[in-house]
C-alpha cells in the first residue's frame, strides 16, 4: 500500500519508509499522476488533505506469509480452552474496584480475524506489532507469525501469564507480554497497533488516541468497534468479521476500522 501526504510526497507501507519523490497533482488528474510509478488497478483516496493509494482488490503484498487453516485453528482452540478462559475470569477484585468494571469485561479477537486485518496492511517481518489490552494473548500470537516483534500490554496479570504460556507453548520467541496500565504505557516505536475498543471507557479511548499521536508517520492502527479517527490518524479501510465474549456460544460479528498515522 501507498500513499502521499499533503506535500505530495510519497509513502510507503509495505517498508513503512518514504520514497524521495514528489508528484505534480496540481491538475488532479490521479490517475495520469501515478500512471508513472508502476501501481496498477488503484482506487485514490483522499479526505482533502491526504491521498492514499490503495491497491483495489486487497491491500496483500507479495512479502506478507501464509498462515495455514490448520495453525490458525490450533491457535484458536488453544485460546478458547477452558484454562484460557479461567485466566481471563481471574480479575482480582482490588483491580475490579479500581478500574471502570466494563473495560475489563472479556472477550477475545477470533484468529481469523486479526489475521484478516493483518492481512489488509500487509503485514511483514519488517513490522513490529502491539496490542494494546491484549488480554489473554490471541491476537498477539497470530501477529507474532507475520511480523517481527510482537508485543501486547494489559492490566490483569492472569491474562499477561497466560499470554507468556501460550508464546512458550507456540515458540515464539518474538513475542513479548508487559503487565501495565494503558494510561501508563510509553508506546515507543510501533508500526501497527491493534486496540480491540469495544469495552474500554471514552476516557480510556482518548487517552489511547493521544498516544497514538506519538506514532510515526505510516503507522497503523487497526481498531474494534470505535473509529480512533483524528487529526493524526486517517481511516483508510474498514470490514466485518467475528470477536467472541466469553459465556456467549457465538461470536458476533463487529467492525474492523484501519487507520494510517498522517504524514505531519
Ligand atoms: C475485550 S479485551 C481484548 C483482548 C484482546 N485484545 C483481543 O482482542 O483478543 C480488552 C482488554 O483490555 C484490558 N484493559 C482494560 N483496561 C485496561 C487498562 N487500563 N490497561 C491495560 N489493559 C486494560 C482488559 O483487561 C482486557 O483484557
Not at 500500500?1 to 519508509?17: A, C, G, N, Q, V
Request: hydrophobic letters at 40%; one cysteine or more.
Amino acid at each position: 500500500m501507498l500513499y502521499f501526504d499533503k506535500d505530495h510526497r510519497i509513502h510507503t507501507l509495505e517498508s513503512r519508509e518514504m520514497v524521495q519523490w514528489k508528484l505534480d497533482l496540481s491538475n488532479a488528474d490521479y490517475s495520469q499522476a501515478v500512471a508513472g510509478i508502476g501501481v496498477e488497478r488503484t482506487q485514490i483516496l483522499s479526505d482533502g488533505e491526504s491521498f492514499f493509494l490503495l491497491p483495489k482488490e486487497s491491500l496483500k503484498t507479495s512479502k506478507l506469509s501464509e498462515i495455514p487453516q490448520a495453525e490458525l485453528e490450533e491457535i484458536q482452540s488453544f485460546f478458547f480452552s477452558q484454562e484460557a478462559v479461567q485466566a481471563a475470569l481471574s480479575v482480582n477484585s482490588d483491580l475490579l474496584k479500581s478500574q471502570d468494571k466494563g473495560s475489563l469485561t472479556y472477550g477475545t479477537t477470533g484468529a481469523k480475524s486479526i489475521y484478516e486485518a493483518l492481512r489488509r496492511v500487509g503485514a511483514s517481518t519488517d513490522d513490529s506489532f502491539l496490542d494494546i489490552g491484549c488480554g489473554c494473548g490471541l491476537p498477539v500470537l497470530i501477529a507474532s507469525k507475520l511480523v517481527g516483534q510482537a508485543r501486547g500490554v494489559d492490566i490483569v496479570p492472569s491474562m499477561v501469564e497466560f499470554g507468556q504460556k501460550a508464546a512458550t507453548r507456540f515458540g515464539r520467541e518474538n513475542t513479548e507480554f508487559l503487565l501495565a496500565n494503558i494510561r501508563h504505557l510509553e508506546l515507543g516505536r510501533v508500526d501497527i497497533v491493534y486496540v480491540a475498543a469495544t469495552t474500554l471507557t471514552e476516557e480510556l479511548r482518548e487517552t489511547i488516541k493521544e498516544k497514538l499521536s506519538q506514532l510515526r508517520p505510516g503507522a497503523v492502527v487497526i481498531t474494534l468497534t470505535y473509529s480512533f479517527q483524528s487529526d493524526a490518524l486517517v481511516l483508510v479501510d474498514t470490514f466485518k468479521s467475528p470477536f467472541a465474549w466469553w459465556g456467549s456460544s457465538e461470536p458476533s460479528v463487529h467492525d474492523f476500522l484501519i487507520h494510517i498515522r498522517r504524514a505531519s
